[in-house]
T-cell receptor
Framework: NAGVTQTPKFQVLKTGQSMTLQCAQD?????MYWYRQDPGMGLRLIYY???????DKGEVPNGYNVSRLNKREFSLRLESAAPSQTSVYFC????????????FGSGTRLTVV | EDQVTQSPEALRLQEGESSSLNCSYT??????LFWYRQDPGKGPEFLFT???AGEEKEKERLKATLTKKESFLHITAPKPEDSATYLC???????????FGSGTKLNVKP
């Protein structure tokens, strides 16, 4: 069982470059999430998708876009990377309407120089 | 404003020395309080969900409790493998939004 798979694991971007972080889950979960984790600030929600075909903004959505490609896949795009987006990004999934806990991916460590 | 505060930021224990981690919260309409464990370079791993004041959950050396304003994660006779960062999160009125604390980094020395 793979759970939640994120790619890539590491990435270095130059300011202004774009990239897409990929996430896929194989647990048939309806809800998927993108978080960023910064030292001393905890995990902050960027965007989420409660079900296939829907997406909503979280706490810190500026500078990001998302696509729920199908039930399994939820991607996060940085259109024009900025140094402030240097962070560790986590994708997570959960069952809708009953929370047994998120299942998180192993993260993408992104550095913008 | 919904928020979660965890203390202490870091905790060093000797193997076998029991202690508690604190998670205080303010949230509109608490649906649940969650504890996660995070090892370096990995994603958080779900431990417990607590739904109402007075509830307790246990798993091996860990016991989580909940009051109306805070939760405690009690660690009894910890071992070095319990070393990790422990995260607390709350779920309020918006089902899909969870508010995470910044975590307590636990280091258990043999």
């Amino acid at each position: 069982n793979a759970g939640v798979t994120q790619t890539p694991k590491f990435q270095v971007l130059k300011t202004g470059q774009s990239m897409t972080l990929q996430c896929a889950q194989d647990m048939n979960h309806n809800s998927m999430y993108w978080y960023r984790q910064d030292p001393g600030m905890g995990l902050r929600l960027i965007y989420y998708s409660a079900s296939e075909g829907t997406t909503d903004k979280g706490e810190v959505p500026n500078g990001y876009n998302v696509s729920r490609l199908n039930k399994r896949e939820f991607s996060l795009r940085l259109e024009s990377a900025a140094p402030s987006q240097t962070s560790v990004y986590f994708c997570a999934s959960s069952e809708a309407f009953r929370h047994y806990g998120y299942t998180f991916g192993s993260g993408t460590r992104l550095t913008v120089v | 404003e919904d928020q979660v505060t965890q203390s202490p930021e870091a905790l060093r224990l000797q193997e076998g020395e029991s202690s508690s981690l604190n998670c205080s919260y303010t949230v509109s309409g608490l649906r649940g309080l969650f504890w996660y464990r995070q090892d370096p370079g990995k994603g958080p791993e779900f431990l417990f969900t607590l739904y109402s004041a007075g509830e307790e959950k246990e798993k091996e050396r860990l016991k989580a409790t909940l009051t109306k304003k805070e939760s405690f994660l009690h660690i009894t006779a910890p071992k070095p493998e319990d070393s990790a960062t422990y995260l607390c999160a709350v779920q309020g009125d918006n089902f899909n939004k969870f508010y995470f604390g910044s975590g307590t980094k636990l280091n258990v020395k043999p």
